[in-house]
């Protein structure tokens, strides 16, 4: 008995010495990134919009690291604040997927039925469009401004994340305790929020970090099409493709925001692969103390 | 059992040892392991769930992976199986030992057909063509008892029932001639009915053949039924080996005792009294002590105790791992034997009226039967498989459960009787009838809120009945807080209140479902049930998923509340030891009706329905004098449902009389107080036969004329 009282510290203990390897170095280099973009104004004393004829277009050197642009702004000033707005965006937007896919996710898995068909056919007219080709229908018939190619982004990965959320409810509905939880005479929401969601929480949160990848890579496309961040305020994307005519002349300006787009990527996948190691049902074993 | 051809040794284990590695280094699943088999023997090896009994089993058929250290031997026909590298293992496996295992519904390959299945080990093996190894696959299959085998190879394992899938299993076991078969639970997922006609047909097969069988189960009944021997394991240890007659009758190890105390025993004229359950639970193979590992739930355990036992021969055969054994050999398991209060006494104290009553309900669960049409229509081919039919689950049921009563509802799957349940407490819609409570109709929404807090239920499952996700106080407080005025901070002690009545500690508040065991979350699942003050709790197979000795806490919980309270339960099992043993009334399904309702007593006695007949007598039991009892030979191994138009059962009763059973609805008997038996034999003929019968020869097979099937 008392070994069993003594099991939840113990196996939190362990479960913090046994962090996946992934989970690490992606969560280091997530968190490297988003303290570089808050502190931008702190770690390089140069602004990204000053500008400087003198240098313009001087590559990668002491003073300007990643070199500067054809106005002789700060390539590497940018890419910090460009990546506030990048991983801003990324973030919002898996946000607001989240908050409309989870809920409907829910209530299609649970109720079923007439309305699960009606949803996930609605579901199925969203994601049967390219996601950058719906990104840009949403923008197109408003002016483009960025609160609103953050709401596109997250609209365009809302299916995804219901068809996900309906599935696990899907599992969870059978479980005895939701039978409880009925018998009792619980309602709807109570089910839904206490009873099933805090099941599919390690579910939901390894998704949302894969999730925010797509995000900011559709995010960067918007901007790079010119439907995102707006001049002179600028994101990874739109950097871009304003370094696209100086392309053979100074590589640096396209490569430096590519470059950490590329880490900001590669670490967050691998946070969420680490993730989904650590939370993964499957992987854990099932069973008593 | 006697005709064994000869006395041959098939398997020689010793000193066989199984440990795993673990976080804390190595864990013993099995330590120094002796038994043997003989031509045509059977060796039982009984344990409850985490005694390493399968892992016996998979050791013995060479299984175990290679992250499994293995020490000892294993001879299997005079070679060792643990040593062989695995090429060999391979290539004795299925040839000299052919192996079954528990679930015949994930055994077999779902998109495989059974001609696949069955063949494919003897192609590989013998090399045999497939024509050969077809027409010894029809011979096999009609050996196992199974009709039409010609059909049956092109079908695939969704077609058929449990029983036959696990005759398919058996058969495909047997298709290499092995002299040994081991059997991992071949009946566990099964009926009972169906279960005697699979031990029937496995002791049939040992005897023709002059087999070894190492059979591995958790079911003493089982034992008593097919053993020759008996060894009982207890986390990894043998505690005690002997002949089946020896150790079921004369136990000698404490824990064998307590196993057999702990059942529910089935008589029709018995003293109502509480069981006996083995406290505490089996020690985690990690942690197990040098001495002897039963020492903490044994009641008559010493100091001495703690020091290494040895497995010491005590008789001609019989073996035992306990230095007292002979000083406990006649003193009985200790039990606070409580006197049950009847049903009768509670009614002489107030004047019944029905809590709860059902007027036919009925429930229609329909298939794809349209699709099909629409298929065959369009393309003329048929489709490659069954469309789901119409199914009935429950086909016009009334019942009526009295204020303090327990009414037993026992049937076997897909009988209907949990549908039943969850109609009663209104958890599933019903197509028609009416649920009065406390005279109520609780069909309308506006009595719902009240309704749902006089009638709780306890699930079957232990692993799924919990959130996982939330501590066990919360969740219990939850349903306090949902029907009550509770203070918050009152709250806590209102739980611990209930956490008392169901005998568990109050420090258990904390606690998460993963750290408790399965009887220990049944009884929170309980607990649940109490908090919002029911009158009335469905007892949805509350034990099914649970080992006997906490099986009989769970037992003793329930009973006891209910006289504390004067609770009125639905209990249904497909047990019907268990269902007689805390039922003041009993109701057998079949096929979504109610075909004998009746007091325990009617119901356990003549006149029986031809089903309840077949029930009793298909239930295994642990008094060796009845283990040689005949059973009643029902005529087919699948229950069948669909639309019929006179009895359910006509399909499958020994007792048939004709075609007014296949064709007209049978009608309600009603015996003495209020006994209603379901059937076209008048009661009294009923009552004149099975009597005379009692028990029933082997031939009640009466009226062979129409097929098991439609």
């Known amino acids: 008995m008392d070994e069993i009282a003594e099991a939840p510290s113990g196996r939190g203990w362990r479960m913090l010495r046994h962090?996946?390897?992934?989970?690490?170095?992606?969560?280091?280099?997530?968190?490297?990134?988003?303290?570089?973009?808050?502190?931008?104004?702190?770690?390089?004393?140069?602004?990204?919009?000053?500008?400087?004829?003198?240098?313009?277009l001087s590559p990668p050197n002491a003073v300007f690291w990643f070199g500067t642009d054809e106005y002789g702004r700060d390539v590497f000033a940018r890419v910090l604040h460009g990546g506030r707005l990048s991983l801003a965006m990324g973030f919002a937007a898996t946000l607001i997927t989240f908050l409309f896919g989870v809920p409907l996710g829910l209530i299609a898995g649970y109720v079923g039925g007439r309305l699960d068909g009606l949803l996930m056919r609605a579901m199925d007219v969203l994601m049967s469009f390219p996601p950058i080709m719906?990104?840009?229908?949403?923008?197109?018939?408003?002016?483009?401004?960025?609160?609103?190619?953050?709401?596109?982004?997250?609209?365009?990965?809302?299916?995804?994340?219901?068809?996900?959320?309906?599935?696990?409810?899907?599992?969870?509905?059978?479980?005895?305790?939701?039978?409880?939880?009925?018998?009792?005479?619980?309602?709807?929401?109570?089910?839904?929020?206490?009873?099933?969601?805090?099941?599919?929480?390690?579910?939901?949160?390894?998704?949302?970090?894969?999730?925010?990848?797509?995000?900011?890579?559709?995010?960067?496309?918007?901007?790079?099409?010119?439907?995102?961040?707006?001049?002179?305020?600028?994101?990874?994307?739109?950097?871009?493709?304003?370094?696209?005519?100086?392309?053979?002349?100074?590589?640096?300006?396209?490569?430096?925001?590519?470059?950490?787009?590329?880490?900001?990527?590669?670490?967050?996948?691998?946070?969420?692969?680490?993730l989904r190691e650590m939370l993964d049902p499957r992987l854990k074993s099932k069973g008593g103390a | 059992m006697s005709g064994r051809p000869s006395n041959a040794r098939l398997l020689e284990v010793r000193g066989l040892n199984v440990s795993y590695e673990g976080r804390e280094g190595p864990v013993r699943a099995i330590e120094d392991l002796d038994f043997h088999v003989d031509a045509?023997?059977?060796?039982?090896?009984?344990?409850?769930?985490?005694?390493?009994?399968?892992?016996?089993?998979?050791?013995?058929?060479?299984?175990?992976?290679?992250?499994a250290q293995v020490a000892g031997t294993a001879e299997l026909l005079g070679r060792d199986v643990i040593s062989a590298p695995e090429a060999e293992r391979r290539r004795r496996r299925g040839v000299e030992v052919g192996i079954v295992f528990q679930d015949p519904f994930t055994s077999l390959n779902p998109g495989l057909t059974v001609a696949r299945q069955v063949t494919e080990g003897l192609i590989h093996h013998r090399k045999v063509s497939p024509g050969k190894a077809r027409r010894r696959a029809?011979?096999?299959?009609?050996?196992?008892?199974?009709?039409?085998?010609?059909?049956?190879?092109?079908?695939?394992?969704?077609?058929?029932?449990?029983?036959?899938?696990?005759?398919?299993?058996i058969a495909s076991a047997l298709m290499c001639d092995p002299k040994f078969l081991?059997?991992?639970?071949?009946?566990?997922?099964?009926?009972?009915?169906?279960?005697?006609?699979?031990?029937?047909?496995?002791?049939?097969?040992?005897?023709?053949?002059?087999?070894?069988?190492?059979?591995?189960?958790?079911?003493?009944?089982?034992?008593?039924?097919?053993?020759?021997?008996?060894?009982?394991?207890?986390?990894?240890?043998?505690?005690?080996?002997?002949?089946?007659?020896?150790?079921?009758?004369?136990?000698?190890?404490?824990?064998?005792?307590?196993?057999?105390?702990?059942?529910?025993?089935?008589?029709?004229?018995?003293?109502?009294?509480?069981?006996?359950?083995i406290p505490g639970q089996m020690p985690q193979p990690g942690d197990r002590s040098a001495g002897c590992v039963f020492r903490p739930r044994c009641p008559f355990s010493e100091a001495r105790c703690e020091e290494p036992q040895a497995l010491v021969r005590v008789e001609e055969s019989q073996s035992v791992r306990c230095w007292k054994a002979d000083l406990v050999v006649d003193l009985p398991w200790p039990v606070e034997r409580r006197q049950r209060v009847s049903r009768k006494r509670l009614d002489d104290e107030t004047d019944t009226k029905p809590l709860l009553v059902a007027q036919d309900l009925r429930k229609t669960f329909r298939g794809a039967a349209i699709r099909k049409t629409i298929w065959r229509r369009r393309f003329g081919i048929p489709l490659p498989y069954q469309p789901r039919r119409v199914v009935r689950a429950i086909n016009g049921v009334s019942l009526d459960i009295m204020e303090g009563e327990v009414l037993g509802l026992v049937g076997e799957s897909g009988s209907g009787k949990s549908t039943l349940g969850q109609a009663i407490v209104r958890l599933i819609e019903v197509d028609s009838g009416k649920v009065l409570f406390q005279g109520q109709d609780v069909t309308t929404l506006s009595q719902e809120r009240d309704f749902r807090s006089k009638a709780q239920v306890v699930f079957q499952n232990p692993d799924s009945s919990l959130n996982p996700r939330r501590a066990i106080g919360p969740?219990?407080?939850?349903?306090?807080?949902?029907?009550?005025?509770?203070?918050?901070?009152?709250?806590?002690?209102?739980?611990?209140?209930?956490?008392?009545?169901?005998?568990?500690?109050?420090?258990?508040?904390d606690r998460y479902p993963h750290q408790l065991s399965g009887g220990e979350r049944q009884r929170v699942g309980i607990a649940r049930a109490l908090a919002t003050r029911p009158r009335f709790i469905l007892c949805d197979e509350p034990t099914s998923a649970l080992d006997v000795s906490v099986q009989a806490t769970v037992l003793n919980v329930l009973a006891d509340l209910r006289e504390e309270e004067r609770l009125s339960y639905l209990f249904i099992s497909h047990d019907l030891s268990v269902v007689a043993h805390i039922s003041d009334r009993v109701a057998v399904m079949y096929a979504g009706n109610i075909v004998e309702i009746g007091t325990t007593e009617q119901v356990l006695a003549p006149p029986f329905h031809p089903y309840t007949e077949a029930l009793l007598s298909a239930i295994p039991r642990t008094d060796p004098g009845t283990a040689e009892r005949s059973r009643i030979a029902l005529r087919s191994d699948a229950p069948v449902g669909?639309?019929?138009?006179?009895?359910?059962?006509?399909?499958?009763?020994?007792?048939?009389?004709?075609?007014?059973?296949?064709?007209?609805?049978?009608?309600?008997?009603?015996?003495?107080?209020?006994?209603?038996?379901?059937?076209?034999?008048?009661?009294?003929?009923?009552?004149?036969?099975?009597?005379?019968?009692?028990?029933?020869?082997?031939?009640?097979?009466?009226?062979?004329?129409?097929?098991?099937?439609?």
């Open chain 1, 19 to 56: 962090i996946p390897g992934k989970l690490r170095i992606g969560g280091g280099i997530v968190l490297l990134l988003i303290v570089l973009a808050i502190l931008a104004p702190i770690v390089t004393m140069h602004s990204p919009t000053q500008i400087n004829v003198v240098e313009r």
């Open chain 1, 134 to 274: 719906l990104g840009l229908l949403i923008l197109a018939v408003t002016d483009p401004s960025l609160w609103k190619s953050i709401l596109a982004v997250g609209i365009v990965y809302v299916p995804v994340v219901v068809r996900l959320v309906r599935s696990r409810t899907m599992e969870l509905v059978h479980e005895e305790y939701i039978l409880a939880a009925r018998a009792r005479g619980e309602g709807l929401a109570y089910i839904l929020a206490r009873e099933i969601l805090p099941n599919a929480w390690p579910m939901i949160i390894v998704e949302a970090s894969l999730r925010v990848t797509f995000a900011i890579l559709l995010a960067a496309a918007l901007s790079f099409l010119g439907m995102g961040a707006q001049p002179p305020s600028s994101d990874w994307g739109l950097m871009i493709s304003e370094a696209r005519p100086f392309v053979n002349q100074a590589p640096w300006i396209a490569l430096a925001p590519g470059f950490v787009m590329c880490i900001a990527v590669v670490g967050i996948n691998l946070f969420g692969d680490g």
């Open chain 2, 40 to 67: 045509g023997e059977t060796l039982a090896i009984v344990g409850e769930s985490g005694s390493g009994k399968s892992t016996v089993a998979m050791a013995v058929s060479g299984l175990l992976g290679s992250e």
């Open chain 2, 138 to 169: 029809l011979d096999v299959l009609g050996e196992v008892g199974l009709q039409e085998p010609e059909q049956l190879l092109e079908l695939y394992p969704h077609q058929l029932s449990g029983g036959m899938q696990q005759r398919v299993l």
């Open chain 2, 182 to 277: 081991v059997l991992d639970e071949p009946t566990t997922a099964l009926d009972v009915t169906i279960e005697a006609r699979i031990l029937d047909l496995l002791d049939d097969i040992r005897r023709r053949r002059g087999l070894g069988m190492l059979f591995i189960t958790h079911n003493l009944g089982v034992v008593n039924r097919i053993a020759d021997r008996v060894c009982v394991l207890y986390s990894g240890r043998i505690a005690e080996i002997g002949r089946k007659t020896e150790v079921l009758t004369l136990p000698r190890h404490p824990y064998t005792k307590g196993l057999l105390a702990s059942l529910p025993v089935l008589a029709a004229n018995r003293e109502r009294h509480s069981l006996a359950p």
């Open chain 2, 475 to 509: 969740a219990i407080a939850r349903a306090v807080m949902l029907h009550s005025t509770v203070r918050r901070a009152d709250m806590r002690s209102q739980v611990e209140a209930l956490l008392d009545r169901v005998g568990l500690p109050r420090s258990f508040y």
């Open chain 2, 642 to 710: 669909g639309e019929a138009t006179g009895c359910p059962f006509s399909g499958r009763c020994p007792r048939r009389i004709g075609h007014v059973c296949d064709e007209v609805v049978p009608p309600v008997q009603t015996g003495l107080a209020g006994h209603r038996v379901v059937c076209h034999i008048p009661l009294e003929e009923l009552a004149a036969t099975q009597a005379a019968e009692d028990p029933p020869p082997n031939g009640a097979t009466r009226q062979r004329d129409a097929s098991g099937r439609r």
